[in-house]
């Protein structure tokens, strides 16, 4: 949570303890994190390849099926491999469990992958997709599409040749990506919440996003969205009560200045903004931090799997 009472002027914040009382339960579920149990239904097998192709004239017919290229591309992006290397690390799987399948080659794995457009899966936590959603977070990071780290740029003194992409999301108070979007690094924070909002149904209490979000506009986008959404982003400390500003802006200057930031921060409920920073700590360090793909039509392909409602 940003703007934490400073240390130096003597306001000590106790260190949170953790207390693990079942240490052999806790022992076991260590151990079983380094476990690999490689397991292949009898229906993906049967649904590797196309079991009717077409022969008209006009090329060679698709040879695996869309759940075959899906699936491939799943396991290279947790694992983190390039095509050719997922190529072989799929095939030495089924060498291992002595099956008569193949993996696509790394070639049609790319092609396949640009026109694929694989949907977004969705999960509901009841069977009312239009339950209201307590609150939303938003926020945004940087994917990095090549270049080396800092830490190799200091060490052999190199210029910092890098480009990024970059990843926007909505996370509700469950901690599940509502929206997700992929734009260039030259697209603002604030010139994605029309789209982010538009991914989201049902109606949402609360919004809440940091101070790059501060802009009437986002205000109006939101408030024409989510009608009852109570709407918390932090205002810049030069922000002055104006006329033409939306309500909810107005009313958290006000707030603000009468109050003090930080318990406005806590009467509001600011850190529910930390959902969405929990949420792209997970991505990172599930995928990395790294783009596969070069093109952009490509990369966002990659995101079409981290959707979940």
């Known amino acids: 949570m940003p703007y934490h009472y400073p240390a130096k002027k003597g306001w000590k914040v106790p260190k949170q303890q953790y207390k693990i009382n079942n240490w052999p339960i806790y022992n076991e579920a260590l151990r079983k994190r380094g476990d690999i149990e490689v397991w292949i239904s009898d229906e993906a097998i049967e649904q590797w390849y196309e079991k009717e192709r077409l022969y008209d004239g006009t090329g060679t017919s698709k040879k695996f099926s869309d759940f075959a290229i899906m699936i491939c591309h799943e396991i290279r992006q947790v694992y983190k491999l390039p095509l050719r290397q997922c190529q072989g690390f799929i095939n030495s799987i089924f060498t291992i469990k002595e099956l008569l399948i ?3 080659d790394y070639s049609c794995l790319s092609k396949r992958l640009s026109v694929l457009n694989i949907p977004s899966p969705r999960y509901k936590n009841t ?8 609150a939303i977070a938003i926020d945004s990071s940087g994917l990095k599409r090549f270049g080396r780290d800092e830490w190799h740029q200091e060490k052999y003194k190199l210029s910092a040749k890098r480009s990024w992409r970059k990843l926007n999301i909505a996370v509700d108070d469950q901690h599940i990506i509502q929206a997700r979007l992929l734009t260039d690094r030259f697209v ?6 029309a789209d982010l909002a538009e991914q989201i149904d049902g109606e949402v209490l609360k919004i809440t996003a940091d101070g790059a979000y501060d802009k009437n506009p986002v205000y109006e986008i939101l408030s024409n969205h989510f009608s009852q959404a109570e709407i918390i982003i932090p205002p810049d ?3 002055i009560y104006h006329a033409q500003n939306h309500p909810q802006r107005n009313r958290n200057l006000q707030e603000i200045k009468t109050f003090g930031r930080m318990n406005w921060q ?5 850190g529910k903004r930390n959902y969405a920073e929990l949420a792209i700590q997970r991505y990172k360090r599930i995928l990395g931090n790294q783009l596969h793909a070069r093109e952009l039509s490509r990369q966002k392909e990659d995101f079409s799997c981290i959707k979940v409602i």
């Not at 069977?127 to 307590?134: E, F, L, R, T």
């Not at 806590?266 to 600011?270: A, D, F, I, M």
Request: negative net charge.
């Open 102 to 104: 193949i993996c696509p």
């Open 127 to 134: 069977d009312k997709p239009d339950q209201a959603i307590a």
């Open 188 to 193: 603002s924070d604030d010139s994605a919440v």
């Open 237 to 239: 400390s030069d922000a």
């Open 266 to 270: 806590r009467v509001r409920n600011y």
